[in-house]
């Protein structure tokens, strides 16, 4: 008996990443395609052709197995948060996509800091409010202002002019309130630009009948709101209950936790993305694998993780950061990194330093319960670091609650459960 398939798409910087699973959350099928690196027209800029991203997102579907297309039932599609463009009323872009790292609305930017609220996620170059502007001030125009994920929605049946709460948060959406703020009049905002925006997981379009037959699917095939890649990836590690935690251990160290309440506190960096009634709560240190890779490669830091004994204290007290500053979880600019003395003993010497960002990260969710949202029940981890079997025991020891190796972690598959309802949306 054939079996409902659900597909989740994930735009990233590289590349387009599209999954298949069933109804249990089986991954079933994957397929990739790169991209073209962003062009950088001046320093600081970051642009990508939106039309790149959707030949990518249309081989990697084309290379699906049509016995799973064909039971297909539901897409959700994620994406750089904060990557914006401009289109006409038929979706086609007038204006470049701008990159969610480029950061050439510094002016706009220091506009924002008289206008918006402290505790909106509109506050730097990179956020899509002050993409907006500057596009408006350059003299670009368009009838609707999309994020990545949205515009690839767009391509595959959804209306030009609808969004997602997650994407939305940087282009000043209010998602306590559900609404966008009065303040955006000051900002000079076009409010008939600005979508149309949907609960996570909302159905918000069909597939489009030409792709329907293109891919064989029987049936009609819904398109529901997505978020940003972050949050899918979060997803996509099982958190599920509030109280569930995910630390990304990649460069740096990102930890989130589902909580029945936001928190909003800038000064931390930190910032919640709602997940139907629940939030993901969150912040991003520093520190992470980038510390590492200054002092061992792969091959030594497997082999002298073998030699530490993760239920002791290494004796050492440091701060694992690449350079001076910290936000998360100290908000200290001038934070100076602290990775001496170094012992002879180079087992030792990593022992020390794995500590000190699992200091790091409890500190993080403690920051995180001081303001309000809950203290992990666990803690589903991912990224390089995962594999790291005693710096797993050295958290779980230092944080005081289990930390677990997620079995997935890549966007895409985060998409996917938002498009089966395996998430609370």
Not at 65 to 73: A, E, F, G
Not at 297 to 309: F, M, P, V, Y
Request: charged letters at 20%; a negative charge; aromatic letters at 6%.
């Amino acid at each position: 008996m054939a079996s409902d398939t659900f597909l989740g798409i994930d735009l990233g910087t590289s590349g387009v990443r599209s999954v298949i699973i069933d109804t249990q959350g089986t991954l079933l099928a994957e397929a990739r395609a790169p991209l073209p690196a962003s062009l950088e027209p001046q320093p600081g800029w970051r642009e990508q052709d939106p039309n790149a991203w959707w030949q990518a997102v249309a081989a990697t579907v084309d290379s699906l197995p049509s016995d799973y297309l064909q039971d297909l039932k539901a897409i959700c599609v994620d994406g750089t948060s904060g990557t914006l463009l401009l289109c006409d009323e038929q979706g086609t872009p007038t204006s470049p996509a701008l990159m969610y790292n480029d950061q050439r609305a510094t002016g706009q930017a220091a506009r924002l800091k008289s206008i918006a609220p402290p505790e909106t996620a509109v506050h730097s170059a990179s956020s899509g409010l002050a993409k907006l502007m500057w596009l408006h001030d350059h003299g670009y125009r368009g009838a609707h202002a999309l994020h990545q994920a949205d515009w690839i929605a767009m391509r595959l049946g959804a209306r030009p002019g609808v969004s997602d709460e997650n994407n939305c948060l940087k282009l000043g959406y209010d998602p306590n309130n559900r609404r966008w703020p009065d303040w955006l009049d000051q900002a000079g905002i076009d409010r008939r630009q600005l979508p149309q925006v949907h609960p996570v997981g909302d159905r918000f379009g069909t597939l489009a009948e030409t792709l329907r037959q293109r891919w064989n699917c029987r049936d009609e095939v819904a398109l529901v709101a997505g978020t940003t890649d972050s949050n899918a990836a979060t997803l996509a590690t099982g958190v599920s209950d509030i109280g569930d935690a995910s630390t990304a251990l990649g460069s740096t160290l990102v930890v989130k936790i589902l909580s029945d309440r936001p928190v909003f506190a800038p000064e931390y960096g930190i910032y919640s993305h709602r997940i139907g009634d629940r939030w993901l709560v969150g912040g991003a240190s520093n520190t992470g694998g980038a510390v590492l890779r200054q002092f061992f490669s792969d091959g030594e830091l497997a082999a002298l993780s073998r030699g530490i004994d993760p239920s002791q204290d290494s004796g050492l007290d440091y701060c694992p950061l690449t350079a001076p500053g910290e936000r998360f979880p100290v908000n200290d600019p001038s934070l100076p990194p602290r990775v001496t003395p170094r012992p002879d003993d180079d087992a030792r010497f990593l022992h020390g330093l794995l500590e000190g960002m699992a200091r790091i990260e409890h500190l993080g969710y403690q920051r995180l319960a001081e303001l309000g949202a809950p203290y992990p029940k666990r803690v589903k981890t991912s990224g390089g670091g995962a594999v790291n079997n005693a710096w797993r025991a050295l958290r779980e020891r230092l944080i005081g609650v289990p930390v677990e190796t997620a079995a997935q972690s890549e966007a895409a598959y985060g998409a996917a459960l938002i498009a089966a309802a395996k998430v609370a949306c």
